[in-house]
């Protein structure tokens, strides 16, 4: 192995071989597209018929779309993280969690069963924690993580009550089913509506939930390209824009989302430029798309879907690039304060052209794709039916916003002038720039070819989304319009604002802001620890002092609650009379039984305690086995066994040591056992002495004949019932797993 | 460690009839008593015999006998015994039988779904105790 300086190349081998991965996908997808745009390809396998789940995919336009950009937009991260990977550092394992991401993205993009749909939900949030968590050595990336998980999380659980209650509804969980009939828009109830909303804010970074999204920011550059603002936000837009014919009857759609998404863009928007910080900048710009998004869906109008399809498109290709070029200005330079890096597009030629390119779609400037979804935005809201004027007044306040922001990433650490020395920058290697490069030419190449783009990409997806659509008509040049000339207001304003940015008063109220507006993630914080801090005081009301207290409050609880449930559900006769210590053999059996207790509770040392329960362990053993159930006995026996040889084994000079005398009052410990005892007595008579049941002769009959195996037993554990022991086992592993990683960290911090 | 000289010779002998057992467990158990807890009981007390004896970690006596490796075994036992169906054709978790032979001293061995099942559930005890006498074996050693 070679362990010079050079750091090993594996990392960079395997970013290429999964970007060529996501590439297999891409043209796949692209094939897809070119060959039948109008019938989607479908694949249903059962999966729990028995709750009629299946595990169904299907490739509609809309599914493509997103699968396509899914995937090219992968491709170019895997690329750029490998060389990431290398130059900072990091752990390789970064790429297999971004890996799963990407699958578990794509399946959620194209799931067509709702239970299926959340499991992909659900999992890129678990791939985001781990994600934003990559640092887990520092505090503020826990925490972070912590939050978007919690966050998002939360979303979801919303989201399963809203899909449980549509599926019921609906019949089935077949999401094409449901839309197809139609049958369902319009009758659902205000609260799955609202649910559905919840969760797409959640998982979309939407006011009031949003905090979690600049705060992720912690995460390394290519999680925050891929996840933070290309694909894992827009799951959100997917959900609603997926879910919209069910709820755009309902007034209260709109009503909801246009006045969210408003509110979101423009706050994402002034927030941006109060941060110095780019990634930061960038993030909460993210959000404001984001909101643009959102109230594009609550318009519902064909053109607003239109718009916002293209408006997806184009922020996925630019922001994803700007977040590659923040993550390479700061690998070369060290700093990534847009105030403070100056005159950068000398050292860094390629980077700054990557970025310029990006900034140019991200401000709306013709020929790029930004321009055309800026101009599409435009007129759909201008054409909205709710908000009046107070939309396309909004929309254009935040575009000025977006320009000054663009401008502070994309044009002031490359062009600005400063009269401190030049900034020393480190080399870039070739294989980064790919990706933001790759990007920016993109968003500059659909602006030349908006029909072809608009025929491949956005008809079929728009016919989805929108049944009456015909045809999706695409072009640069408007003529002189109202939209125009917004848009270009908006530009100079948007560079005035810039300017005024970088003035020092100006800074000096942003530096105020940043420090007390966005009290997110304070809140967050609190609101966490003061939970923590109740579960820690409602312990404390219980007067504990060892160990053996809390089992006696356990057994006393235990008690009053199955001695209540079975006050209020009393068997109608007593099963005592039926209770058969036929044998001699039960008899002894049972003496020796209470001898052994009585030997455990008297025996001075561990030692003599555990061979005492021992004892009665085996006492129990030959009862199973009279009765008829060897398998228990030797569970039994063999169980027995192991606890004697791992006390042997763990505890050597624990076992001689003398039990602690007791400190509660004899009969506290009397009372708590002698309810128990009896309870466990009782509850023990009534189903042993109980006829054979339906349950017995339906396991007594199967059994055999359907599973292929005579120990009944057994035959439960791995067949009939196996979905319980598959949980349990699991658990088990998982624990164990557990333990032997924490050994690990353990054993190398200890060197 | 104090290890008397009794125990150790017994270890020797105890130690492979042991793990044979487990395996005689394992595969009559859906048939006769036993199956995968008791079968990987019988295999944790084993390994627990065999280390404790010698104050040594499981992967000395086989490098398979890691935790990790058998934990994962276990899971990929169970995972393949629930997707064996579906890969056939059928249903998630359905109980499917490849092929079944006779022998002498396990009855009728159905090879299939179940085994695994079994299997998964024998790997994830013994790696259990493995995991747990790893843990003690780092602090004897210091």
Known sequence: ?751 | MNSSKLLMTASRLLVPVQLLIAVWLLLRGHNFPGGGFIAGLSFGAALTLWCSERNALPEDLSTVFRGRFLLTLGWLSLLTSTLLSPLLGGIFMESVVLFSFETFLFGKVLVGSVLLFDLGVFFAVGGFTAVILELRSDGGQE
């Open chain 1, 1 to 751: 192995m070679n362990r010079t300086e050079q750091p090993p190349l594996r990392p960079v081998i395997l970013g290429f071989l999964l970007a060529a991965v996501c590439l297999v996908s891409l043209s796949l997808t692209g094939i897809l597209l070119a060959d039948s745009p109008s019938t989607p390809a479908d694949l249903s396998i059962p999966w729990l018929p028995s709750l009629g789940i299946t595990f169904s995919l299907r490739l509609d336009g809309f599914s493509l779309l997103f699968l396509f950009l899914i995937s090219g937009i992968g491709a170019l991260v895997f690329a750029y993280s490998g060389s990431y990977i290398r130059a900072k550092g990091k752990s390789t394992s970064l790429l297999g969690i971004l890996f799963l991401f990407f699958l578990a993205m794509c399946g959620l993009v194209a799931a067509d069963d709702l239970i299926l749909l959340f499991i992909f939900w659900e999992l890129t949030s678990i791939c985001s924690f781990l994600l934003i968590g990559t640092d887990h050595f520092k505090e503020e990336a826990r925490k972070a993580a912590t939050q978007a998980f919690l966050v998002t999380a939360g979303g979801g659980l919303c989201l399963l009550a809203a899909l449980l209650h549509i599926g019921a509804a609906a019949g089935t969980f077949r999401i094409s089913e449901i839309l197809e009939g139609g049958a369902l828009a319009g009758n659902l109830p205000a609260w799955v509506l609202c649910a559905v909303v919840i969760a797409a804010a959640t998982k979309s970074a939407q006011i009031p939930f949003h905090s979690w999204l600049p705060r992720g920011m912690a995460a390394p550059a290519p999680v925050s390209a891929f996840l933070h603002s290309a694909t894992m936000v827009k799951a959100g837009i997917f959900l609603l824009a997926r879910l919209n014919p069910l709820f755009n009857t309902d007034p209260l759609w709109s009503q909801l989302l246009v006045p969210l998404g408003a509110a979101t863009m423009l706050y994402g928007a002034v927030l941006a430029i109060c941060f110095p910080d780019l990634k930061r900048l960038l993030a909460y710009s993210t959000i404001s798309a984001l909101g643009v998004l959102v109230s594009l869906i609550g318009i519902g109008s064909q053109e607003s879907m239109k718009a916002a399809l293209v408006f997806l498109t184009a922020h996925s290709l630019y922001k994803a690039g700007l977040f590659m070029v923040v993550g390479l200005v700061e690998h070369s330079t060290g700093s990534r304060d847009g105030l403070e890096l100056h005159g950068l597009y000398r050292s860094l030629p390629l980077t700054c052209a990557a970025a310029l390119l990006c900034g140019l779609s991200m401000i709306g400037a013709p020929p790029l794709i930004g321009f055309l979804a800026k101009e599409l935005m435009y007129e759909a809201k201008i054409d909205a039916v709710i908000g009046g004027a107070a939309l396309p007044a909004v929309t254009f306040l935040t575009s000025v916003f977006t320009v000054a922001a663009a401008a502070m990433v994309s044009f002031f650490p490359y062009f600005r002038r400063k009269r401190s020395s030049e900034i020393p920058v480190q080399e870039i290697p070739v294989p980064l720039l790919i990706g933001p490069l790759f990007l920016g030419v993109l968003s500059l190449a659909i602006g030349f070819f908006p029909q072809f783009v608009a025929d491949a990409f956005f008809e079929p997806a728009l016919i989805v989304l929108a049944p009456e659509t015909t045809e999706v008509k695409l072009k640069l040049w408007h003529g002189v319009n109202p939209v125009l000339i917004i848009s270009i207001a908006a530009l100079l304003l948007g560079v005035i604002l810039a300017y005024i940015r970088t003035t020092p008063s100006v800074q000096k109220a942003c530096d105020f802001a940043v420090g007390a507006l966005p009290p997110g993630p304070r809140v967050f914080d609190s609101t966490l620890s003061a939970l923590l801090r109740l579960g820690e005081r409602s312990l404390s009301i219980f007067p504990t002092r060892n160990r053996a207290d809390f089992v006696r409050i356990a057994l006393v609880g235990f008690a009053l609650y199955f001695g209540l449930l079975l006050y209020w559900q009393l068997p109608a006769e007593s099963y005592f009379s039926r209770l058969h210590l036929s044998t001699s053999l039960d008899w002894l059996n049972g003496a020796f039984l209470v001898l052994s207790c009585i030997g455990a509770l008297k025996s001075r040392t561990h030692l003599a305690a555990l061979l005492w329960i021992g004892a009665a362990g085996v006492a129990l053993t030959v009862i199973f086995s009279t009765s008829g159930a060897p398998d228990l006995a030797l569970t039994q026996l063999l169980v027995e066994m192991f606890i004697l040889l791992a006390f042997a084994f763990l505890g050597a000079s624990l076992l001689r040591k003398r039990l602690e005398k007791q400190r509660a009052a004899p009969s506290e410990y009397l009372l708590s056992l002698f309810a128990s005892g009896a309870l466990i007595t009782f509850l023990l008579v009534t189903p042993l002495a109980e006829k054979p049941t339906e349950l017995t002769r339906f396991f007594g009959e199967r059994t055999l004949i359907e599973a292929g195996g005579a120990n009944i037993v057994n035959v439960i554990l791995v067949d009939f019932r196996a979905l319980d022991t598959m949980g349990e086992v699991l658990v088990v592993i998982f624990a164990a797993l557990g333990i032997h990683w924490l050994r690990k960290q353990w054993k190398e911090q200890e060197g």
